[in-house]
């Protein structure tokens, strides 16, 4: 059943109460200009029900057009409504069968519009009352001697001109609306569509651009604008000047690998692939853009795993003859019959088996996997312990300076991770500071983040700093400066950080080097 008090049903009752009005506009002008003019009384009641039909409808137009919405019983007596005045209007004319057969046409017209408007039990209901009207007017007629027995067939054929009207306009007009809401659902899951295949779009980490041969930009996401170093995905009209160029060079040769390219100063190299957007049709062109690093990070950490399954059991394998020769060492030092020099080599062999033993302990760490075991901390109070007992309770020389917060600041790690963590940055720093100044200075800092008040540590030194094409691989394994160091200390201490959802990063400062580990949010959940 159709819902007459929709948008559609209403639109179209209006269109029709315009018809309705227009007709009644006709047949009063045509009265009124009408050559031969009657002053019966039967004329008068004929003018007054032709008044009526005009006024009528377009008092009904007056309040469709502030806002009156119909419903299905208001539609279906209305249109009654019309057929009794259409009715009335053929039993006042002069009797010429012409005008009563123009009128009866008139009616066919509001038995379509019933087909049309409601469902189609009203619309062979009001076909019934149409042919009931007709055929009792032309008895009438009959009666009054004003038409012939034989005019009542032909009202009965009229009749049946209604219903047949009635049976075609009501399957097609259902046939329409079945047509128009499986339309509109079909737009809704394509608007539905469109709107995922843009959000889709626009978070993929692959950076999308959609542009004419001509280098006009169409579409873009934001990993695209990203990667190239902009602001937002509107900034791009136009492709830039570099990605023109590979656009040229792959039209020239579909098959050629394009040379990546530096897009934000921040970001790695970026490689762009071409497609164009219909098979053949090299008019839209869709590029897209893959950041080289994610690649290589995926590499690294395959070389990183298949690396530290070696090292891991190689690692055991050496620990064993290392200890021996650790002790075997140290038993020699105890010799009171070992002279001056076989005393230095000696000790050169114990420090070395340290050395190894510590790169044997980071490698077999790095090949354990970095799971945590988050806990709340007191970080006023955990630092002013862990710096006791780093410094062992200030026997040893270093000069570390600590400014912590007035209030209680809170955070959650791992503290065995924290204490490897800070251990190895304060060595570091104590260790390029005495190298730069020739004393052995850093100086630690709490902070918070401005908004979301997020908690940070700071780790500052007096060195030298790292340089700015250090800073690349400042965080990859075996990387190192220092030709006594492992460069795994700062990879290890940032899988760490990670491992408890905090991030630890190199922060640019004019004088000397500093690392921050910036927490997480303490009601964050692990």
């Known amino acids: 059943m159709p819902d007459s008090n929709s948008s ?49 409808h377009l008092f009904s137009a007056l309040l469709l057009y502030a806002g009156l919405r119909p419903n299905r019983f208001h539609m279906a007596g209305s249109l009654i409504l019309e057929l009794g005045l259409l009715t009335a209007l053929i039993i006042s004319g002069s009797g010429s069968a012409s005008t009563a057969f123009s009128l009866a046409n008139l009616m066919i017209v509001t038995v379509a519009a019933a087909n049309i408007l409601l469902d189609l039990r009203w619309g062979y209901f009001i076909a019934a009352v149409a042919s009931l009207l007709l055929i009792g007017q032309e008895s009438l007629q009959v009666v009054l001697d004003h038409s012939r027995p034989g005019d009542i067939l032909r009202a009965g054929i009229q009749g049946a001109a209604f219903f047949a009207t009635a049976i075609l306009v009501g399957q097609l007009s259902k046939r329409i609306r079945m047509t128009e809401a499986l339309a509109r659902s079909r737009a809704e899951d394509i608007e539905t569509l469109e709107e995922l295949n843009h959000l889709i779009i626009q978070r993929m980490l692959t950076g999308i651009i959609v542009a004419t041969a001509g280098g006009r930009v169409l579409l873009t996401n934001k990993a695209a604008s990203d990667l190239l170093g902009l602001n937002s995905p509107d900034d791009l009209s136009s492709l830039p000047s570099i990605l023109k160029e590979r656009l040229n060079a792959w039209k020239l040769n579909p098959e050629l690998r394009t040379l990546s390219f530096s897009g934000a100063s921040a970001k790695a190299p ?16 869709i590029i897209f853009l893959e950041d080289t690093g994610k690649v290589s990070q995926q590499a690294q950490e395959l070389k990183l795993m298949s690396l530290g399954r070696l090292t891991a059991g ?32 000696t000790e050169i062999i114990q420090r070395h088996c340290v050395r190894m033993n510590g790169i044997i302990e980071n490698v077999l760490q790095l090949s354990r996997g970095k799971n945590s075991q988050p806990e709340t901390i007191d970080l006023n109070a955990w630092l002013k312990q862990f710096l006791q007992d780093f410094t062992a309770d200030g026997t040893l020389p270093y000069d570390i300076s600590c400014n912590l917060s007035d209030t209680d600041i809170n955070a959650r790690f791992d503290p065995s991770h924290l204490n490897q963590i ?26 918070r983040t401005e908004g979301e008040g997020q908690i940070q540590l700071w780790v500052i030194d007096e060195g030298p700093g790292v340089s700015v094409e250090d800073r690349k691989h400042l965080f990859e394994p075996f990387f190192t400066t220092d030709k006594k160091g492992t460069g795994l200390g700062l990879y290890i201490s940032r899988e760490l950080c990670e491992a ?20 997480a949010h303490p009601l964050k959940s692990f």
């Open 8 to 56: 559609d049903n209403l639109r179209l009752f209006r269109v029709y109460n315009h018809y309705r009005v227009t007709v009644g506009f006709v047949l009063v002008i045509l009265t009124a200009f009408s050559p031969e003019k009657s002053q019966s009384a039967a004329a008068d009641i004929h003018r007054l029900i032709l008044f009526t039909y005009f006024g009528l």
């Open 314 to 345: 190689i690692a055991h394998e050496i620990r064993n003859p290392l200890g021996a020769a650790s002790h075997a060492a140290q038993l020699l030092l105890e010799s009171p019959d070992l002279d001056g020099s076989d005393r230095k080599m």
């Open 270 to 285: 970026i490689q762009a692939s071409f497609a164009p957007l219909q098979k053949g049709d090299l008019r839209s062109v």
């Open 500 to 519: 408890n959802q905090a991030s630890l990063d190199y922060v640019e400062q004019k004088l000397g080097g500093c690392f921050r580990i910036t927490f």
């Open 422 to 447: 800070l251990t190895n940055l304060l060595s570091n720093a104590l260790r390029y500071s005495e190298k730069q100044t020739g004393e052995q200075r850093a100086e630690i800092r709490l902070t």
